[in-house]
């Protein structure tokens, strides 16, 4: 990819919006007609390709032109989102704060004096400000969380894994989510659930288990004076409205000892951890870019003194405290902590910018070294600038937070993932394919791409949308792709009343020897239609 110098669309707005955007196009990158995004303005943090967009990390030095949109951007494209623009992020997202950026400090457009919160710092101010109705960003050590309480928005921070994280720029690759800010957790949750499912290109995906079994949540964890020393009275205030809240909602309060988690957090910067954001962008810092940020370049080039004794030690040390953290979910469901612990000023992070920075991440930090997930959601408070709370559950728990969630805000229930039927579809019903909008209207979350195992034989049918039918055979079969799809009961049952003879759904057996139910062809529609096979695909053979 060709190196650029990336346009900060100067000419856009007043000098508080302006500094949300680092590259806005004229016109927005427009999504698919149909769909459950459609309509939706999407901002895009600029550490994720966009194609056609530089991507940048807000660093102009460092700025690319992408070939192609990254997974995430793809599956909210499909799924009817449009792409207004590129949003300003603390550079190669190394922060809490939104002030390291050459593009400018983020503000809170809540409260213009105070900071909103970093490093996904554009994407959720964009939607603070309705310059976007989603934003897009990522989440390391609290950056997909820390945006939201600073900037009064909904933040969801997956298990790790579960969103792609390929086509990002890579801060710590053990421990980077995608993530997404939204006004509602319903909308937050349908962007989401579009965004994840299994990348078999990317290293650090992680199908969801398709024997989960999670139950509600009926007793939340809290924490103790303590752990909560240190925490302005607004963050108190609203910390204890939603334990009252969650009380008055029928929720169980269980006081608990999260040490294992602040633990685990510590171990990100305080450790060897850190060197991960040196092998991704050390080697472009050393070569003392004019425009890096000086904080965000002595944190990553300090990593390079670290040894590989140093991280051995610290993957031992960081199990012993996940295993502690596991120990919590035998006593609660979920843990209810504040986001941050202040919401600082401006000015606040020049005369310390390192310290305001270490005290932002107190409780979100751990999150993803002991493998949990989140929600972050704004907190009551009567008067006074935003602050936020954050759901937190074990992996895979997502959607039974975001239920929990809604019911702490008195939103409307969430899509949820649970119970599903999984559905592999192979032709019309693709991605991107014609047919498509009948998975997608019906909140279909996408699980993986994979292959039948290979004794099938497809064949072409004609009719008013080209389609292929498949056939299981006894000798001289192929393996066939295959997108896999899950719907809830109720959602699959009306998908397969709307499907039309000569097509069926039986059960087809994967590569990996599993089974699932797909698409299945009468033999009669079958005989004398065009063999496919060997293209192994409907995309294949569509692009012959």
């Excluded at 305080?270 to 004019?290: D, K, T």
């Amino acid at each position: 990819m060709q190196r650029i110098r990336s346009d900060a669309g100067a000419s856009r707005g007043a000098a508080a919006v302006l500094t949300i955007w680092i590259h806005r196009p004229d016109d927005p990158v427009p999504g698919a007609p149909t769909g459950p995004l459609a309509g939706v303005r999407a901002a895009i943090k600029d550490n994720i390709d966009v194609a056609g967009m530089p991507t940048t990390a807000a660093c102009p030095s460092y700025a690319y032109e992408p070939s192609e949109h990254a997974p995430v951007v793809r599956r909210l494209l499909d799924a009817g989102a449009s792409i207004v623009g590129k949003a300003n992020l603390d550079q190669f997202a190394t922060g809490l704060v939104g002030t390291r950026s050459p593009f400018g400090a983020v503000v809170s457009p809540a409260a213009p004096e105070l900071i909103s919160g970093g490093s996904s710092s554009g994407s959720a101010a964009a939607v603070a400000a309705d310059e976007a109705d989603i934003g897009v960003g990522t989440d390391t050590a609290g950056s997909g969380r820390v945006p939201a309480a600073c900037c009064g928005v909904v933040g969801i921070k997956g298990t790790v894994g579960w969103v792609p994280t390929r086509g990002v720029v890579p801060a710590c690759p053990s421990f980077d989510c995608t993530t997404v800010f939204a006004r509602t957790i319903s909308e937050a949750a349908a962007a989401m659930i579009e965004m994840a499912g299994h990348d078999e290109a990317d290293p650090s995906s992680r199908p969801r288990p398709r024997d989960l079994m999670i139950g509600e949540v009926a007793r939340i964890g809290i924490l103790d004076d303590r752990a909560l020393a240190g925490c302005t009275a607004s963050v108190l205030t609203g910390y204890r409205a939603t334990i009252a809240a969650a009380s008055a909602a029928g929720y169980d309060i269980v006081e608990i000892d999260a040490s294992a988690y602040f633990d685990a957090g510590a171990l990100l910067y305080e450790g060897s951890f850190v060197a991960e954001r040196n092998a991704s962008v050390g080697e472009f810092l050393a070569s003392a870019p004019p425009d890096a940020d000086p904080t965000v370049a002595s944190i990553i080039s300090g990593a390079a003194e670290l040894s590989a004794t140093d991280l051995a030690r610290d993957i031992a040390t960081l199990s012993a405290h996940r295993r502690r953290a596991a120990e919590i979910w035998d006593d609660v469901d979920a843990v209810l902590m504040p986001t941050v612990p202040e919401h600082p000023r401006i000015e606040a992070i020049a005369e310390d910018p390192i310290g305001v920075n270490s005290r932002l991440g107190r409780f979100v930090t751990g999150c993803n070294l002991v493998d949990w997930c989140a929600i972050a959601i704004p907190a009551p408070v009567d008067d006074g600038p935003p602050v936020g709370v954050q759901l937190l559950g074990p992996a895979w728990s997502d959607d039974v937070i975001w239920r929990a969630a809604a019911r702490l805000r008195g939103e409307a229930e969430p899509p949820l993932l649970g119970p599903r039927i999984e559905l592999a579809v192979l032709g019309a019903h693709l991605r991107g394919q014609p047919l498509h909008h009948q998975l997608s209207s019906r909140g279909a979350a996408y699980v993986t791409t994979t292959a039948t195992a290979p004794t099938y034989r497809m064949y072409a049918l004609e009719g008013a949308v080209a389609k292929p039918g498949l056939q299981r055979v006894a000798d001289g079969g192929g393996a066939v792709e295959v997108e896999v799809w899950s719907l809830s009961p109720a959602a699959f049952g009306d998908f397969v009343a709307e499907i039309p003879a000569p097509l069926g759904v039986g059960t087809l057996e994967l590569a990996d020897g599993s089974t699932v139910t797909g698409f299945i062809g009468e033999s009669v529609a079958l005989d004398g239609a065009l063999d496919i096979t060997d293209y192994g695909g409907w995309r294949a053979w569509l692009a012959r």
